[in-house]
């Protein structure tokens, strides 16, 4: 079974401050890296993914670094608002896993 | 519909009686998926439907739980004999297929066993 680890549990950052969560991975094979959010009673979405052929991506506030060597890679929000605050799942995979494989999520609490 | 559906989207139930909980998936996706999710926790695999292949039933706890899929679109999850350890939040999501495409996800059942 795929290992998927994500730290930390929990985070609580100050507004404007960065957040930064990391996701740890076994395959070798995977090649998509995704991060999904969750706001409560929602379902989690798609909030941003990268492929291996770059290191980082970039959309706005959101960038994921990714880490090949170390089989890792993070998702760092900069100027964190209030409205960040959310849980957050990574979900790395590729085509020739069956299913997504979710880490075990990051609740993330931005305060004023 | 635009998105992934999801009805009821609430349901209270006595211990011990039957549920069935329904996903209407987007259209054009192969793959649907259920979750579990208690309150404040992570996400709980529970089956993983793949156009026609056999699903993975993997992550169904007991033989209460049971899913199917009828004509490649909507699925139903059966719990029966509910537990009051059942009550959680039911998701259902669906994509493309295979795990590096983006999965939808839908609003979710909440369910409660009294």
């Known amino acids: 079974q795929q290992q998927v680890k994500q730290s930390p549990q929990s985070l609580i950052v100050q507004k404007g401050g960065i957040s930064i969560i990391n996701c740890a991975y076994e395959n070798t094979a995977f090649d998509y890296f995704p991060w999904y959010q969750q706001f409560p009673g929602k379902g989690p979405a798609l909030l941003i993914a990268?492929?291996?052929?770059?290191s980082e991506k970039k959309e706005g506030r959101f960038t994921i670094s990714f880490n090949k060597s170390a089989k890792q890679f993070s998702l760092h929000i900069m100027d964190s608002q209030p409205g960040d605050s959310a849980t957050y799942f990574c979900a790395p995979g590729n085509f020739g896993n069956e299913k997504l494989t979710f880490g075990t999520g990051t609740r993330l609490t931005i305060i004023p | 519909g635009a998105g992934v559906s999801q009805s009821p989207s609430n349901k209270v139930t006595e211990k011990g009686k039957d549920v069935e909980l329904r996903c209407d998936p987007i259209s054009g996706h192969t793959a649907l998926y259920w979750y579990r999710q208690s309150l404040g926790q992570g996400l709980e695999f529970l089956i993983y439907f793949q156009g026609n292949s056999a699903p993975d039933k993997s992550g169904l706890p007991s033989d209460r739980f049971s899913a199917e899929r009828t004509g490649g679109s909507v699925s139903t999850l059966t719990i029966q004999r509910t537990q009051q350890e059942d009550s959680a939040v039911y998701l259902c999501?669906?994509?493309?297929?295979?795990?590096?495409?983006?999965?939808?996800f839908g609003q979710g059942t909440r369910l409660t066993v009294v």
């Open positions: 990268i492929r291996p052929d770059v």
């Open positions: 999501a669906s994509s493309f297929g295979g795990a590096d495409t983006e999965a939808f």
